[in-house]
């Protein structure tokens, strides 16, 4: 059994690769195989945590903080992996090279839309001016057209990134365990999502941040993406009074 697990995948080729090649690969398994897909699942499944008292309890930022800091480290192990392979890999292009490139290319345009993707507003992030507007508080057509481009490239990018690694495990003639261990991983993640998502735990970020109130812009308009849940659909009668209550505070603001 451990020699089966410690054997190559394909026993007609050696599985020897140097240092560079070997960290290159950990890095960039451990940024996109794990963290990236960590990092979506944050911001897809817990704008809204368990055990928060919503709509009381508004604009929970846990899940921001995950996201934002996992895909900081992305960025950074992305960076340190290419830099590890890049001087001996220029003049040597395969299908895997050619699609981590791609890959590289596509979070350098997420970290752009990130830098301005517009202005908050609301009535926890006021203008300059005093007022509530905002890019985000408004739905703005740039808003919009933000979060569709960062959630479509987002989601294209994992499954570019998984494709890569799997043509890297290829190539480097990865052991066994590697694959075992990557495979049952994925499988793990994949059954998370499809759980959370039946839960009902993909919520829309502006209500989860502003409530369900009618009187904020953003909830004039239909849940925003496939699968996305506005809470505020389902509230209860008994928790008007709440809806009332913050809709006195915005108008007072």
């Known amino acids: 059994m451990w020699d089966w697990l410690l054997s190559p995948i394909d026993p007609g080729r050696v599985h020897e690769v140097g240092f560079a090649v070997s960290w290159h690969a950990r890095s960039m398994v451990l940024s996109w195989g794990v963290l990236a897909p960590l990092a979506v699942i944050a911001a897809r499944f817990f704008k809204i945590m368990p055990g928060q008292d919503w709509p009381r309890e508004l604009d929970n930022q846990s899940w921001w903080r995950s996201h934002w800091m996992g895909q900081a480290l992305v960025v950074g192990l992305s960076i ?5 392979v890049l001087p001996s890999r ?4 395969s299908l895997h090279n050619w699609l981590g490139y791609a890959v590289l290319l596509g979070l350098i345009l997420q970290v752009l839309l990130g830098q301005f993707r517009g202005s908050k507003g609301g009535p926890t992030a006021p203008a300059a001016d005093g007022s509530l507007r905002g890019d985000h508080y408004d739905m703005t057509p740039w808003r919009r ?37 990557l495979s049952i991983w ?40 496939w699968g996305m849940r506005q809470p505020g659909k389902d509230i209860e009668k008994g928790d008007e009074d709440v809806r009332s209550d913050r809709r006195d505070r915005v108008r007072g603001h």
């Open 186 to 225: 994925w499988v793990l993640l994949i059954a998370a999502f499809v759980h959370m998502q039946r839960r009902g735990m993909a919520v829309d970020t502006y209500q989860a941040i502003w409530g369900d109130d009618p009187i904020h812009p953003g909830n004039q308009r239909p849940a925003p993406g």
């Open 80 to 84: 340190f992996g290419l830099a590890l």
């Open 145 to 181: 057209a933000f979060e569709h481009l960062h959630k479509t490239l987002g989601y294209t990018l994992l499954l570019l990134a998984s494709v890569t690694i799997v043509l890297g495990l290829w190539k480097a003639n990865a052991l066994v365990w590697m694959w075992l261990v």
């Open 90 to 93: 220029l003049t040597e292009m």
